[in-house]
């Protein structure tokens, strides 16, 4: 055998098991979860909430946790990053209590106490089944759907089959195919990726308002993942960069309160654009 053919035995030998061994270890790599046992109890300082466990049609247990207000303007679907468990990330709900909304959190599958076999089909199944929960007891047009990092995939694939008021990504990739291509371009993701989640091919079916925050300085999910999305569905999305903002902490810059807040308090105005600047033509002298 030549020694070319040798080598290059070899190296297709070495890619194939490779990618083999991505396909199989992907979760691990994606996903970092946190158990928490059945007896644990959550507790959020000066926050009023509550437990509960939804069991889905395949037998999995949905764990989450239910911030509450007096009064609630309405609620907040928040659906976290792809590490840890709503106990620590149970910590951002006050973000929204304070104005005056309900927040609902849950643990995807095999993440603090929620249990079952997790796809991205499973999960996806999980969330609409949580949505058809919480609007059995509030109309949509109160429901806000919140996606953060890996959650913003999931959150815009909800929002692009429901009608919520509005849906916000936070740091959000345009496919998690190209997120992770960025530190294996050379392997054959768009075959083996389980967890493809691509983004931008479900915001465009989404119509309710789109909000997408973004720091500028993410180097986990680049800024300009963000841009790309925000042209998908342009008539319908406001980009907000965090200025000096990074991908874990955007709650850390007041510029960011004070967006999410106006995010959430403002009311969507229709402009009569025949009145503005669009369209006129400047004449020239004569």
């Not at 970092?32 to 059945?38: R, S, T």
């Not at 509550?50 to 659906?79: C, M, Q, W």
């Not at 789109?210 to 999305?237: A, R």
Request: with cysteine.
């Amino acid at each position: 055998m030549p020694l070319w053919l040798h080598i290059a035995l070899i190296v297709f030998v070495a890619y194939a098991v490779i990618s083999i061994l991505l396909y199989y270890l992907q979760d691990y790599f994606l996903f970092k979860p946190e158990k928490l046992p059945k007896d644990f109890d959550f507790y959020y300082e000066n926050q009023t909430v509550s437990e509960y466990n939804i069991e889905t049609r395949d037998g999995a247990i949905i764990n989450g946790l239910h911030f509450s207000v007096e009064k609630p303007l309405g609620v907040v679907l928040y659906l976290k990053g792809n590490s840890k468990s709503i106990k620590g990330w149970g910590k951002f709900a006050v973000d929204f209590t304070r104005n005056n909304y309900d927040v609902i959190m849950v643990d995807y599958r095999g993440f603090g106490k929620s249990t079952g076999k997790r796809s991205q089909k499973a999960i996806k199944h999980d969330l609409q089944f949580i949505y058809n929960k919480i609007r059995e007891k509030v109309s949509e047009k109160y429901i806000i759907i919140y996606g953060r990092s890996m959650g913003s995939g999931f959150a815009t694939k909800l929002a692009s089959m429901n009608s919520p008021k509005m849906l916000i990504l936070d740091a959000p990739y345009y496919s998690l195919t190209k997120v992770t291509g960025r530190y294996m371009p050379f392997m054959p993701l768009s075959i083996i990726l389980k967890y493809p989640m691509p983004t931008y091919k479900w915001l465009k079916y989404v119509k309710c308002p789109i909000h997408i925050i973004h720091g500028t300085k993410d180097k986990l999910i680049p800024f300009s993942s963000s841009v790309k999305l925000s042209q998908v569905n342009p008539k319908l999305t406001r980009l907000h960069p965090i200025i000096d903002g990074g991908h874990k902490n955007l709650n850390n810059f007041e510029s960011y309160h004070k967006i999410l807040t106006e995010i959430i308090k403002s009311k969507e105005k229709k402009i009569d654009l025949s009145t503005t600047s669009i369209g006129v033509k400047h004449s020239s002298k004569k």
